[in-house]
């Protein structure tokens, strides 16, 4: 069997707007995101902020049910530069994964990571980050710990594993960022969300980044990055929001991240978990439904 044939495809709520971040606008309503995640030909979806999709088990499954879609994972940022939001960020990880395992058993990923957006600094300079911009040596065992300590928690507690997810304004965002966390905690306790766009957004290459760090990515999304609203934010200073008002992460094949050659490797290294399309907008922004829909046909033009 080709090793593809044994991945599948999901899409994302942050497709339509649906962010953890405290914006202006108003997405859509879960029934809505749920059919077209379903009518544009994904096979599953990830839960979103607490409280956009049903809370209850039964309910959740039956709307998952009623659109034949699994249950992959669950974004939960926590601010792990401060350790006084680690307790409540396991209280808050573990909650959702009780959920997930309830709805779903135990092959969803809880997908951790920073509180981003929060940090002033990380979040005016996404894209653009510089050695100076980074945590200091007992910053980073605080963060890690962080992890570790919430990561632990899920697992306990509810059966679930947790992958830590780069981002951009964040406090994990560029590809030394990434390799120093992935080097400070556990191998076997946490993995790594692997995202294409947010690498090449840092200024990484997505293809050299998988290689590197193939043995600890459990989880992958796909998000294109467009060279030319790149080449502007950092031409213009744009922070994070902006980059994102102005389409940073455009449709698969109309940006600079190399997607057949990714697949090729994923294929090579005999990759078998979900590829979850990820193309962020802001709440009203763009037409995610057609999105989605280009996405979906894009893949499987690359055999997916």
């Known amino acids: 069997m080709n090793p593809s044939d044994s991945i599948r495809i999901a899409n994302a709520p942050c497709s339509w707007g649906v962010l953890e971040f405290d ?14 995640i379903r009518d544009t030909g994904y096979a599953g979806t990830e839960f979103g902020d607490w409280g956009f ?14 659109r034949k879609l699994a249950m992959v994972g669950a974004f939960v940022p926590v601010a792990f530069a401060d350790s006084n939001a680690h307790a409540t960020g396991a209280e808050v990880a ?3 994964a009780k959920l997930l395992a309830a709805v779903e058993g135990e092959s969803p990923f809880i997908v951790l990571a920073d509180d981003n957006g929060k940090d002033f600094n990380r979040t005016r300079k996404a894209g653009r980050i510089t050695n100076a911009d980074c945590l200091t040596g007992t910053q980073w065992q605080t963060f890690a710990h962080g992890v570790e300590h919430v990561a632990r928690a899920v697992r306990e507690r ?6 830590f997810h780069h ?25 790594l969300c692997y995202d294409t766009g947010h690498f090449r957004f840092s200024g990484g290459d997505p293809l050299a980044a998988l290689r590197q760090h193939r043995d600890r990515i459990w989880h992958v999304h796909f998000k294109d990055c467009s060279p030319a609203v790149h080449q502007q934010s950092r031409a213009e200073g744009w922070d994070y929001f902006d980059s994102l008002k102005h389409g940073i ?10 997607f057949a050659a990714v697949i090729e490797e994923l294929r090579r290294t005999n990759y078998t978990g979900w590829i979850v399309v990820e193309q962020d907008v802001l709440p009203g922004m763009g037409a995610p439904k057609a999105f989605a829909q280009h996405n979906r046909d894009y893949l499987r033009q690359l055999g997916l």
């Not at 509810?158 to 992958?163: A, D, M, T």
């Open 23 to 36: 914006l202006p606008g108003k997405a859509l309503g879960f029934a809505q995101v749920l059919d077209e």
């Open 53 to 66: 999709l049903p809370t209850e088990p039964v309910a959740l499954r039956g709307e998952l049910d009623a």
């Open 94 to 96: 573990v909650r959702t």
């Open 158 to 163: 509810s059966g679930l594993r947790c992958v």
């Open 167 to 191: 981002h951009a304004a964040g406090f994990v965002e560029t590809a030394d960022e990434v390799a120093r966390l992935l080097e400070l905690t556990e191998p076997n306790l946490v993995g």
């Open 249 to 258: 992460f455009c449709e698969l094949g109309k940006g600079d991240v190399d």
